[in-house]
Structure formats: structure tokens, C-alpha cells
């Protein structure tokens, strides 16, 4: 089986969606698994419009939007509204419950956002049952996709993929899975984080033993930076598993940063291509990505991060103080991405977030804290870091030559990244002279 999964960029639209679906024809013989994200834009509708609900009002003009994008698309396709006129209708309802609560919650968040790609999925199983190829649309939930009810963040429970590869198997038709949504234990609806259909693709990969995991997105593959930040970006031809998951981890949006560790588990490799260029080579991901003469592999940026410093002078040495520090972050449910300790004190990046007002006060109450908010982090990647020295000198000499300040820095025990933290102004220059310096 190969498992294909398509992004909101590669469906955005009735001619995006007849592209895709001539694209998983090309397929065929490989037992294609089609995985869907929402149409372009409609997460952000979707959450739009449930937070102008949830001020009482205002709410229609966006939900008119996200029924005229669907109906648009369907209509320019000639197939029939009924593929999605029930669920228009159900979110139609939630959005009026939410108007009479006055505020939205977790659980309904979600809920609300898994109407995108239930959508989609039914769109494109009706196109690509009107060319010819016999399909048909499935919630990820029906198939066997159960989470925990993390709800904004949800995990599949471990026996999902023995799950979902039992309902596979007795599907004898293309199916069109919804990605980035899941239901828990209880029956409500979960997400599995923004960008989370990637993720829904490598789960059900590693569930059947894929072939391969496709990412069809609208670049070339894994490029040498974000080319929306550096248009001459190149196409990486194959990276590690560890290199893909550091740029992902650090900010490449090109792969959400769980999407490696199903396909690592099984060792299936995962490509990266273009809808917009389907016969280009794109990205290969694999156990052993190949060494070339590249150290650098590539630069990624992770914007609106926030530092938080921890100093204490009698407390850091003494015992069980870190268990108590990341007992914070465990009850609020943070992850902490970036650490640097001193003999005086630690010092930690986390995404910028609701609670961290909250965070600080509990943090507060152990030790003497400095939040620094508006920060990035750049990281610089390479399997050929390991054994060649001067890599980092290089980098924080262009940082100086460019004037941009650098604040943390921490080289993973793995070595193949070295990452440092700048101003969120910054940010986007460091990686431009990074890439001047690194790739010319
Ligand atoms: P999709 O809708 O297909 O999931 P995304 O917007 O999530 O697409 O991801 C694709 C985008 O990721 C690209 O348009 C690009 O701007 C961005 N991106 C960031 N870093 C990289 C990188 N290193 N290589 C390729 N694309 C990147
Ligand atoms: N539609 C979801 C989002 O916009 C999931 C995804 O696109 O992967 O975040
Ligand atoms: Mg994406």
C-alpha cells in the first residue's frame, strides 16, 4: 500500500482537487491510501468563526465563506451538494450553541475544526468516484483512529494501528481518510495539532507497513530553508529520519514534527512532493538519508517562542529541583523545546501560549524567573555536523557580522543540529545569512 496524503494547498480549489485526484490515478497499482487535509484556509475559518460565536456575534459572514468555498468547489466539479450539506447543517448548530454559551472550550474547538477535512474528504472521494475510480470518504475515527482526549494535541491510543490496519484490509475501494482529527475513548471529536494530517498520514503508514508515506504539499520537498523566507531554496534529495525530525521539530512547517516517528518505528520512507509538480523528484526521508558533501543540510526558524529563565543560586544544584521545574511544565501540558543550563541557572524556550501568565506565577513560587517573550528559534542541520569541526564558529561569526544578537544556544546530543535563540525580528535574517553562507 503507499499511503498519499494531500494538503490544504493541494486542495484548494475544484481544479486543485481534479489535479489530485489524477494524481492518486497515476497510483493505482501501488493500492494508493489517500489522506486529506481541510481546504486551503478553512481551519483558520473554522476557528475564526467559532471565536466570533463565542463573542455572541459575527460569526455568519465567515461561516458564509466556509459554505461558499464547499459549494463553489463542488458545483465547479458537477457533483451533488448533498456530499456536505448535512455536515454545513451540524456546524451550523454547533456555531448557534456556541453563540448561546458565549464561549468556546477545548472539546468544541475541536469539534468544530474536524468539519474541514470531513468535508474535503467527501469531496474528493466524489471526484475521484466520477472519474471512474470506485472511492469513498472515511472519518479517521471510523476507521480506528482513537486518541487520548489531550484535546488541541491529542495521541492515538497504542492499539490504534492494529485498529485502523484491520479496517483497511476489509476496504476494497480507494479510501479518502480525514486527516488531523480523531475521536477519544468517550466519542468526542480530537485534533491531533495544527498540521496534524501528516501525522495522520505516517499513523495509518506504519498501520498497514506502507511502502512509502507521500507528502504532497505545493514546494518541491524539504528545501534548504523556507522559500517563502529565501526564494532561491533548493530541494534537499534525501535526508535522515534524525534530520528530517529536527527541522521539523524547529520550525520547517513542510512536515509537522510527529510525522517521523511512526515511519522511523517501521522503517518506511517517507517522500515530500509537489501537487503542483508531480513529476518532480521531491524529498526522500529515510533511516540513513545519504551523506553528501553538504555538513549543512538545511536551516529552519521557529517564530513567537518565549524564553523562561530560572535562577537560583542555593536551589539549581540541590536535589530533585529539576523534577520539581518541568512538574510545571508537565501539569500545563507544555513542551519545552530548547534548554541551556549554567551553575546558576536553566533556561528554556516554549511556544508562546494562553497560560503562560500562569506558568510564571507556579514558577514563581520555586525559584526567581525572567520571561522574555518575541523570540525565534534558528537551527542549522546537517548529519555531517558530527565530524566536522568549525561548523559553529562559522555560524556565530555571521550572526556577529550581521549584528543580530544570539541569546541561548544548545547542540542536541544527536549533533547534527546546533540551534540558538534571536529577537523574532531577527529571526528571518539569520536564516538569509545563514543560507548565503552555507549554500552560497
Ligand atoms: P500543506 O498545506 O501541504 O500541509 P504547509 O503549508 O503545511 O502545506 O507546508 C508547506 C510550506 O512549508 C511551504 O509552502 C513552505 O513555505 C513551508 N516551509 C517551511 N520550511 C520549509 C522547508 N525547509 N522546505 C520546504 N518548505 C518549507
Ligand atoms: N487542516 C489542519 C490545519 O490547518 C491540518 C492540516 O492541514 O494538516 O492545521
Ligand atoms: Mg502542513
Not at 494508493?32 to 478553512?42: D, E, H, M, R, T
Not at 501525522?199 to 517563502?228: F, H, L, Q, R
Not at 544570539?406 to 543560507?435: P, R, T, W, Y
Amino acid at each position: 500500500m503507499l499511503v498519499m496524503k494531500f494538503g490544504g494547498s493541494s486542495v484548494g480549489s475544484a481544479e486543485r482537487i481534479r489535479n489530485v485526484c489524477s494524481i492518486v490515478r497515476s497510483r493505482l497499482a501501488e493500492s494508493p491510501v489517500v489522506v486529506v487535509s481541510a481546504l486551503q484556509g478553512i481551519t483558520d475559518s473554522l476557528i475564526d468563526a467559532a471565536k466570533k460565536a463565542a463573542k455572541g456575534n459575527g460569526y455568519e459572514k465567515v461561516f458564509q465563506k466556509i459554505v461558499d468555498t464547499h459549494q463553489a468547489a463542488l458545483q465547479e466539479l458537477g457533483l451533488s451538494r448533498e456530499l456536505v450539506e448535512p455536515l454545513l447543517k451540524e456546524l451550523q448548530k454547533k456555531m448557534e450553541i456556541i453563540v448561546k454559551l458565549r464561549q468556546t472550550n477545548v472539546e468544541l474547538m475541536d469539534e468544530v475544526q474536524s468539519f474541514g477535512e470531513r468535508m474535503s474528504a467527501r469531496i474528493v472521494a466524489g471526484e475521484l468516484s466520477r472519474q471512474g475510480v470506485p472511492s469513498k470518504a472515511f472519518d479517521a475515527f471510523e476507521i480506528g483512529m482513537v486518541t487520548n482526549p489531550n484535546y488541541g494535541e491529542a495521541e492515538p491510543l497504542p492499539d490504534t494501528e492494529e485498529k485502523i490496519n484491520e479496517s483497511l484490509k476489509k476496504i476494497k475501494v480507494v479510501p479518502v481518510i480525514t486527516g488531523f482529527i480523531g475521536k477519544d475513548s468517550a466519542g468526542h471529536i480530537t485534533t491531533l495539532g495544527r498540521g496534524g494530517s501528516d501525522y495522520t498520514a505516517a499513523i495509518i503508514g506504519a498501520s498497514v507497513g506502507a511502502k512509502a508515506i507521500e507528502i504532497w504539499t505545493d514546494v518541491n520537498g524539504v528545501m534548504t530553508t523556507d522559500p517563502k523566507i529565501v526564494p532561491e531554496a533548493k530541494t534537499i534529495e534525501t535526508l535522515s529520519f534524525e534530520e528530517a525530525s529536527e527541522l521539523a521539530y524547529f520550525g520547517a512547517k513542510v512536515l509537522h514534527p510527529k510525522t517521523i516517528l511512526p515511519a522511523v518505528q517501521k522503517n518506511i520512507p517517507v517522500r515530500v512532493l509537489n501537487s503542483f509538480e508531480p513529476q518532480d523528484r521531491g524529498t526522500t526521508i529515510t533511516k540513513r538519508g545519504e551523506l553528501t558533501r553538504k555538513v549543512v543540510k538545511a536551516i529552519a526558524c521557529k517564530k513567537h517562542v518565549i524564553i523562561i529563565s530560572v535562577s537560583s543560586t542555593r536551589m539549581l544544584a540541590a536535589h530533585g529541583f529539576l523534577s520539581r521545574l518541568f512538574a510545571v511544565f508537565e501539569e500545563y501540558r507544555k513542551s519545552v523545546d530548547m534548554l541551556a543550563t549554567s551553575e546558576v541557572s536553566v533556561s528554556l524556550t516554549v511556544d508562546d501560549m494562553d497560560d503562560v501568565d500562569n506558568i510564571e506565577k507556579d514558577l514563581k513560587s520555586i525559584a526567581e524567573i525572567e520571561v522574555k517573550k518575541n523570540k525565534s528559534i534558528v537551527c542549522v542541520v546537517g548529519d555531517g555536523m558530527k565530524s566536522t569541526p568549525g561548523i559553529g564558529a562559522r555560524v556565530f561569526s555571521v550572526m556577529g557580522k550581521h549584528k543580530i544578537n544570539v541569546e541561548m544556544i544548545s547542540q542536541g546530543a544527536s549533533e547534527i543540529n546546533i540551534s540558538f535563540v534571536v529577537d523574532d525580528k531577527d529571526g528571518e535574517n539569520a536564516v538569509k545569512a545563514l543560507h548565503k553562507e552555507f549554500f552560497g
